[in-house]
């Protein structure tokens, strides 16, 4: 089976090849990004410009970006919800919602999104023990009622989603949770189950410098 | 328990009362459409528009947009990546991204999207069997060996994520899939596990209508 | 592998020649009614009569029959079982008979089954969303808690019998089924456990009339 | 909760106090026979002959017969599809059909089917150990290529029944079963996921004396 | 594939040639006793008074010694294990211990410690039945509280170690366990899941002998 | 629920007052090691020598020794079986059975092992990324033939024991395992299968300092 050169780390760059370049141990592990080929597309000035924000704010762009920007309007379509989903407003912290997705992408054992949100976790908490605890097995944090019941809801949904009902979600009610905020809860399980799906699909590889920080 | 009333079926409507409308047999199968109380938002114009369209075009507005319509930004995130994902040009046919849809409803036993999807391929298909195969178990339909291997990785994506590797890729290249055409099965594959979520955690109910449609 | 031809729609014809026939989409979902090459065998007076009762009141012989037909005996005794389960006098209505046969055949996802079962809860209950209901997820009609107790333990009993104790049929007592009922619900998912089987192992087709029929 | 008195032991005779007999260890492990309380029947002649017969050929009448001997016409059904199941002629052996009766029992841990079948199988085989293997995991056994592709199917047809095809009746055929054999594997197969739910359900005993038999 | 030997029943003897063995029926299920080959090493003369401890008070050595024999200091380990968590002084009686095992083996179908642990129990209760409920599903015991509490918390942990938490730790204190005693439970419900994989993944025979003991 | 005060971190030192110590977020993680009550033993001169060796060479002493010296015997003979496992000549390196003792405690979520194992990984690897992709999905990881056939034994015979075979040991022979490399494969298998439900059944927590190292 030929080896499949796939989306490259710069968004503008040309396609290199796999067979030039020596697989080496750490470095290599996201190179390829994804395991497709697919050549990338011109970036919108918006998506320029996200491109560079995350260049300056973070040191490098997301593969995830990077694996989407084969075709604008794909792009721009996830990091518009996905955004949404994580930064705007909304009764769950930005920590609250990296918990969900990690714990999500647990269940759903995603390389991609327990390296990538598990250092969110890291970062937002202020405790590296938090991401290893939503990576390993979220039972084994000490969390308090309120973001017990958030995970045990968004790991059953993620599991058996046919199974969820009024009495699940009576018992986010009860741990505090407004209609809005079950909203929030569902729209984010949904979002990774998702996310850790396609990221499966196509062995999308976290950048390498993810697992270092926030330790 | 209270009793909740939720998204309306008309995004500007009022909050309808629940206790004043006798529950209907098969009348009140979405009303609510949610079970959620989330106020509607007011639509942009673009969404006005939208809403107007599929009245036009189908006779009635889907539910799922109307349970979105409760947030414009949500909305319209949601819109923009479904009609992306399902009516852009791609190697699979809008008949093949339904039956995906249905196929991994099927997996995770979603009323809603087995509904809507499942009318859908019973359109598409201009045969109604097919639409209840996807629905009932898609191995009983009668498929060439690319939409065997289409949903044969949908399915094991939907179920085990964790285990699609180069091998399940492979078997759609053998299949006559590109590596773009992976893509956008993974991607339809992934929306569905979202939307399958967000309709299970909220009790979505799809329009009644639907049942009786393309039969 | 060589295409087998089957049980043939009509007790008493010839074996049709599969190659002589080109399928058709539709029309060729129940051609064969079996994946298994089996002669017809001679009905019993007393089949022929139900055979020919069948076509009078339904205007087709259910396949599941005909599948049977190779063996008097085998056809006899399952008949026999199957009319004294579903039609005899019971506690439980016809329709809740059917609403278990439904609700067990969705947890196996059995085509045949689903599909004629199917027909069958939409005509009983005068409502087509039943049907659709129980074949999808029977967690999303909103039941009673009767029959909502009924279908639990038809699902539990399905999906893993072994776990099925006291405090399962003290549930039941408790929504209030007699202990003669507990049988009955017992016997018809038992039933339709074993029915399943036999047509997933055979790969039996549905009478294709099923699909329009009650809509 | 009262504790049931239920199917005594003697199909004419009256109901038994459960108060009145303090529970012995060994001997009253089939007392209650199941958990339902339902009288006796007054059994048919044929059924009387039938009884008669086990007490004089096994010395006992086995308890699922007791069982269903509350109605006779339950009965008469389940006996009749029983005694041409499992001692009609066929392409399988009678022993190769009590193997399948237990690999299904074990596979759904039921305690009626495991004992009683479990004890055919050691006497039929005239090897204890076969029936211990059947019991414990089929795969124990030394089994030649024809067995084991019986009992392979078997406990997939029972586990996992819709994902059974045509590979899988390609796999019997190619172990040397007929068409007509793979019908009766898998009527057996159906036979025992129906009787051992009804099993479970009613927490049916096997009569004591089966453990001892056939060491 | 090439037939192995593998470790003799006699930690002394010479390795014996399969070829030269007719397969006998029921006295061939030990013989090899695993299917790997691995000599035997020199017992220690701990472990030489220990196997002659064995043939003295049962008759026989256990399978499970003469498999570990090869090596002195992994049998020395495994023995340690073992006559420490199943003889020592604990809160558990040796019946109860034993129960464990057999509950966890029968979880892990495990044909080795069925067999082996089975006929303990049938021993230690002074009753075959029970060792036939443990192997078959033991919630066909009539169990007391403190034992059935015992057997769902080793189920539970054998099964989905997972989801152990505090709430299970408190239903076995609840049962009149302490925590030393719920030590003890885990770590024999932790010992069996250790040699029901050594003995699966080896293909380890009990011997023949167990199966008619304490019958 | 009273709070329970547990193994201390040193074995010899008092009880603590849980009450008096205020729960720190990432410091607490560890206190108390497990969940259950149990008194320190006196350590013998044996394991006083192997804690001070552990505390000189690695700075402190693993959280698993603290557990288990509530009492000597069973201390001993853990850590006997212990190092002669992971330590002790094997045609497998201490890489790959850590390697496998992630592995199966990444199938089992077992937060101790996870943290204590993943980080040996990335000790030996010498490369962090390992550790992470034996604790997230070893299917992540780019490993070769013999690596990966290894652990896909390793996690197939934890996750269903009853399944492995003669085929699945034929696999790990021609990736170039001796039988006794196999032998060596199950036992660290079943060690960590052991292991990883002591952890979980009495929430063992691995020390802080693991999730720093290595990185």
């Given at each position: 089976m030929a080896k499949r050169t796939a989306a490259?780390?710069?968004?503008?760059?040309a396609k290199r090849s796999a067979k030039a370049q020596p697989r080496l141990a750490a470095a290599a592990?996201?190179?390829?990004?994804?395991?497709l080929d697919l050549g990338p597309a011109k970036l919108s000035p918006a998506m320029q410009a996200y491109f560079q924000k995350c260049q300056d704010k973070l040191g490098f762009v997301p593969n995830v970006l990077v694996a989407y920007a084969f075709d604008a309007a794909k792009l721009e379509a996830f990091a518009t919800m996905y955004n949404d989903l994580?930064?705007?407003?909304?009764?769950?912290?930005k920590l609250e919602r990296e918990m969900i997705a990690v714990g999500v992408s647990s269940q759903n054992r995603c390389y991609y999104c327990l390296t990538a949100h598990g250092q969110a976790v890291r970062q937002y908490a202020g405790n590296p023990l938090l991401g290893e605890h939503m990576v390993m097995n979220y039972r084994a944090a000490r969390l308090d009622l309120r973001q017990r019941a958030m995970l045990d809801f968004a790991v059953k949904l993620t599991a058996?989603?046919?199974?969820?009902?009024e009495a699940d979600r009576a018992r986010l009610r009860e741990a505090g949770f407004s209609d809005r905020d079950i909203w929030d809860i569902a729209a984010v399980v949904g979002f990774f189950n998702m996310s850790n799906r396609v990221a499966s699909a196509t062995d999308m590889r976290p950048n390498v410098v993810y697992h270092g920080l926030s330790r």
């Open positions: 490259s780390k710069n968004g503008t760059a592990d996201d190179d390829p990004v994804i395991a994580m930064l705007a407003p909304s009764g769950l912290s058996e989603p046919w199974a969820v009902e």
